[in-house]
């Protein structure tokens, strides 16, 4: 099963979004942070959790959601919230902490809430299992056929919510897809210093549901074992773990000293990087022109800067907005 | 002048990884768990030189399993062991409350005394820097509202290695508060308070027991951690003016020294309470309430309570700053209240 061009190109250009997004934000990050590496001053403070080298998971089960569906996504959030068509400028002004941020500075960079495409993300590990468990419950319930899809990392499959959340998702058969992205590491601890068994689609045997591994960081891949799982969840036909062997080329957040990983480990995982490898295979196959490759680099780019000159611009908030939207009204 | 070994400066991270490090010699029942606790060092450097001195053995990495991982120093420590978990931080509770709250705070009353848990919990509080909702809190009464638990918040680098070492000895479970601003970290914006001095020799500083950190007989500013040292500063500012604060380190949630308040309150005859937590049912409300009971015809003013306006901490600076308290917000209150 192929990808369909225009799939490909999809994904193709939002991982290019995706990245162009990561790589502005380090340097927006840093910003007003050094010489001496100060964690809350410049205009993106706080911690900051980038996914380059992750986007081949996010494009490649986005690819078959629809904005109904829901995405629950944690900490590392920015390649799920493109891909899942998160408005970028509002999204990024969250990150900015201004107030025509998504959540009008209040959540920030791991608290973003875009109802609108059902988006969500967290910063308790494994916390939005259960509520993509919910989310589909809901759509069973109200007679509709979305699909909820939980995004966590490897280290999240040792939390009890995981585990608990698969159990009910496979008894009440809901509509649910759980993706673990396994980028080896959580913070510092290396997955086999985490994890009892090698490998987590493994786990989805134990709540009797279908449980498979895409290796490689390979988009096209994971496309292809995705669309077999929201088929299925659409259909009525119950939860599926995905488990996808993913690379993350940034520290765990940015300033990281990385102590925990050679310095060579990052160079060796870019020369496999997917989103040139995609891009080679399309060129390979006529399924694009350099020109028109260029022409979608170009709109990627284009977004990308168009919604930080957004943040940028936006005001910040008046404090004593902080005292409202404690309860709907 | 000669530099002698009570004059050695240290951080507050190193304070506490010297007191566990120091324990660990000394006593082969205690060992440390959490996340990111060994090569690492912890997040908030809790644990920094553990692991390379003592090995992975007794120090450590879990799972993020906060559930298994604390239930587990509980089980431990019913068999002798000592154990130190670390909750990375203490937003984090909410995965592993049961543990905390109704086996680790009432294991020991329920079996009457029979079964001791000879644990420390250690967590990372506090805010200001844009950490929002789920990483910025401190949650002091919420861990201090419960029966069992002893709970303490470090404010010096000296008390932190005190605490702690009396901590690990201690045959409760208690849960030792660090704050995050006042670990020294070189990715954090350095504050002086920091660093101080530490004796290099082990030595306790007892649990329970507050502090008079500056005197002063016109009002009295209790608090604990960074509202200690933004009460120091507020103080400084005060005396500027020809007001005299007196200000009170808690340092203990639980147990709580209220004569040290007490004695204050009687003295200056005004009272101002200030915590980084949320203001509803919380520490302010506890002292103003101790002091209502306890001292109420010593009062010349009404009592005054300063904390976070009962809203989740938000992200962006502004709003953060706005309900975060400070030094200037403490200044203006306490000049408000000592001229009242
Ligand atoms: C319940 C809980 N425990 C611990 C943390 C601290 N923490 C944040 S991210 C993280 C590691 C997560 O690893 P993984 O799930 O593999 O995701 P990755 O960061 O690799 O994307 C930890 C321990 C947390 N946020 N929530
Ligand atoms: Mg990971």
Redesign the interface.
């Known amino acids: 099963m192929a990808v369909p061009a225009d799939k490909l190109k999809w994904m193709y250009e939002t991982m290019i979004k995706i990245r162009h997004y990561e790589e502005a934000m380090v340097d927006a990050y840093g910003e007003g942070k050094y010489p001496v590496f100060n964690i809350g001053a410049g205009p993106v403070p706080g911690e900051m959790h980038l996914a380059a080298g992750q986007e081949p998971v996010a494009v490649g089960v986005c690819a078959h959601l629809r904005p109904d569906d829901t995405v629950t996504a944690p900490h590392r959030p920015h390649h799920h919230a493109i891909a899942k068509g998160v408005n970028l400028q509002r999204m990024t002004a969250e990150i900015f902490g201004k107030v025509d941020g998504l959540g009008k500075g209040k959540g920030g960079h791991m608290h973003l809430f875009d109802p609108e495409v059902k988006f969500s993300c967290g910063g308790i590990v494994a916390a939005g299992v259960p509520h993509a468990v919910g989310a589909a419950l809901a759509s069973t319930m109200q007679g509709r056929d979305s699909v909820a899809v939980a995004f966590i990392g490897e280290g999240a499959a040792n939390a009890g919510a995981f585990h608990e959340s698969l159990n009910l998702a496979a008894l009440w058969k809901l509509p649910v897809i759980v993706v673990i992205e396994d980028n080896a590491y959580g913070i510092s601890v290396p997955k086999p210093a985490s994890t009892a068994v090698p490998t987590n689609e493994v786990r989805a045997s134990a709540y009797g549901i279908p449980g498979v591994r895409v290796a490689g960081n390979d988009p096209v891949a994971l496309y292809q074992v995705a669309q077999e799982a929201v088929d299925r969840a659409r259909r009525g036909g119950g939860p599926t773990l995905i488990e996808v062997e993913t690379d993350r080329y940034l520290g765990h957040f940015q300033g990281d000293p990385e102590v925990y990983r050679d310095k060579d480990e990052v160079v060796h995982l870019r020369q496999r990087d997917a989103i040139q490898a995609v891009r080679q295979q399309m060129v390979a196959d006529g399924m694009a022109t350099e020109e028109e490759l260029q022409a979608m680099e170009q709109r990627a780019y284009q977004v990308v800067e168009e919604a930080y000159a957004f943040a940028r611009q936006s005001p910040n908030p008046a404090g004593e907005s902080a005292l409202a939207d404690v309860f709907a009204l | 002048m000669s530099v002698t070994s009570t004059q050695r400066m240290l951080t507050g991270n190193k304070a506490v990884a010297e007191a566990i490090a120091q324990e660990m010699e000394r006593d082969p029942r205690v060992f440390v768990m959490g ?2 606790v ?3 060092g912890g ?1 908030f450097g809790a644990t920094e030189g553990l692991f390379q001195r003592f090995g992975g053995e007794r120090v450590r ?8 991982f604390i239930g587990a120093a509980i089980g431990a420590a019913a068999e002798g062991m000592r154990p130190i978990g670390e909750l990375m931080f203490v ?2 509770f ?2 592993c409350m049961d543990q905390i709250y109704n086996q680790m705070a009432k294991i020991h009353y329920m079996s009457g005394g029979n079964v001791r848990l000879p644990m420390v919990l250690m967590t990372a509080v506090g805010g ?8 910025s809190q401190t949650l002091y009464a919420t861990f201090a509202h419960m029966p069992g638990l002893k709970v303490v918040a470090p404010a010096t680098p000296y008390d932190l290695k005190g605490m702690m070492t009396s901590a690990i000895r201690d045959d409760n479970p208690v849960l030792l508060m660090f704050h995050k601003q006042l670990q020294g970290l ?5 504050i002086d308070a920091s660093v101080g001095v530490v004796p290099e020799e082990p030595y306790t500083v007892p649990l329970g027991q507050a502090k008079v950190v500056r005197e002063g007989r016109d009002l009295t500013i209790v608090g604990l951690q960074m509202s200690v040292h933004w009460a120091l500063t507020a103080a400084a500012r005060l005396a500027d003016e020809g007001i005299e604060a007196e200000v009170v380190d808690l340092r203990s949630l639980v147990p709580l020294d209220k004569q040290t308040v007490v004695n204050s309150v009687r003295k200056t005859h005004r009272l101002l309470v200030v915590d980084e937590d949320y203001l509803s049912y919380g520490m302010t409300a506890e002292i103003a309430a101790m002091v209502a009971e306890q001292a109420l015809y010593d009062l010349d003013a009404p009592i005054r309570r300063l904390a976070v ?4 901490i ?10 975060l308290p400070n030094p200037e917000k403490i200044y203006k209150q306490a000049k408000e209240l000592a001229e009242q």
């Open positions: 996340e990111d060994g090569r690492y997040i990495d879990t799972p993020i399993s906060e559930t298994g937003d984090f909410g995965v200001g820097y844009s950490d929002a909702a789920q990483h070189g990715w954090m914006a350095p306006p009962d809203v989740p938000p992200y962006s600076h502004n709003l953060e700053k706005f309900v």
